[in-house]
């Protein structure tokens, strides 16, 4: 049974940083495109970061070079360093597995950024 278990959010103010860590069991991250999503309020769940099996990374535009993706095999966990952190980023983080043929969400983390 693969599960995808997202920690590390909290409250922080804004140009503050946080790290969110997923960590995964019963499937190898190495093995499939591994990333990040999130839904802010009244918002759909939107595109965060995404790493491909060999390394390669990819990022949505409102990032702006403000978050990190990246995956430690032996440890099995893929993080997200957020990195000056913005009122607009407040909302659930969720970590996502892109296996086929059923990709995987972990359950979520809230990240609160205070202005």
């Known amino acids: 049974q693969v599960q995808l278990v997202e920690s590390g959010g909290g409250v922080v103010q804004a140009g503050g940083s946080l790290t969110l860590s997923c960590a995964v069991s019963?499937?190898?991250?190495?093995?499939?495109?591994a990333g990040w999503y999130r839904q802010v309020p009244g918002k759909e769940r939107e595109f965060v970061a995404l790493?491909?099996?060999?390394?390669?990374?990819s990022y949505a535009t409102f990032v702006r070079d403000r978050f990190t993706i990246s995956r430690d095999n032996p440890q099995n966990t893929i993080a997200l360093q957020l990195d000056a952190l913005e009122s607009e980023d407040t909302g659930v983080y969720y970590c996502?597995?892109?296996?086929?043929?059923?990709?995987?969400w972990g359950r979520g983390t809230q990240v609160t950024v205070s202005s």
């Open positions: 996502h597995l892109n296996s086929w043929p059923q990709p995987f």
């Open positions: 019963g499937r190898s991250v190495s093995t499939d495109s």
């Open positions: 790493m491909s099996p060999g390394g390669d990374t």
